[in-house]
């Protein structure tokens, strides 16, 4: 399934950029949102589940490894990973779930880490 998503002037994939991250090997699963802080202020956050605690990668690395893939406009700015317990997630409304997740964490001290 393929996600499109209004960013800036351009229609981007979002289905493309998960699949980027995806396809790194520290990472299980992933899902990308546009996130709209103050309207009209819009930007890509990765939300990510890696294989392992060491196989974790740093989000400078991540974000490097994506610009080799991706368009620079493409590669999220900020960057949520979640424990192997999130891995069991359905992603199948990805807004929803990603903002209710990342509310809920910061709420209760769960096992997310913001990354920007």
């Not at 202020?41 to 974000?63: N, Q």
């Not at 490894?65 to 700015?77: A, D, F, G, R, T």
Request: hydrophobic share 40%.
């Amino acid at each position: 399934m393929t996600t499109r998503s209004n960013y800036g002037d351009s229609g981007l994939s979002l289905g493309e950029i998960q699949a980027a991250l995806e396809s790194h090997e520290g990472i299980r699963q992933a899902v990308v949102v546009v996130w709209e802080d103050e309207p009209g202020e819009k930007r890509l956050v990765g939300y990510v589940v890696a294989r392992s605690a060491e196989a974790a990668p740093a989000t400078g690395d991540l974000r490097g490894y994506l610009k080799e893939k991706l368009p620079e406009y493409m590669v999220p700015s900020a960057y949520v990973f979640f424990g192997r317990a999130a891995a069991n997630l359905e992603w199948e409304d990805q807004s929803a779930s990603a903002a209710a997740a990342t509310g809920a964490e910061r709420e209760h001290g769960g096992g997310a880490s913001a990354e920007y």
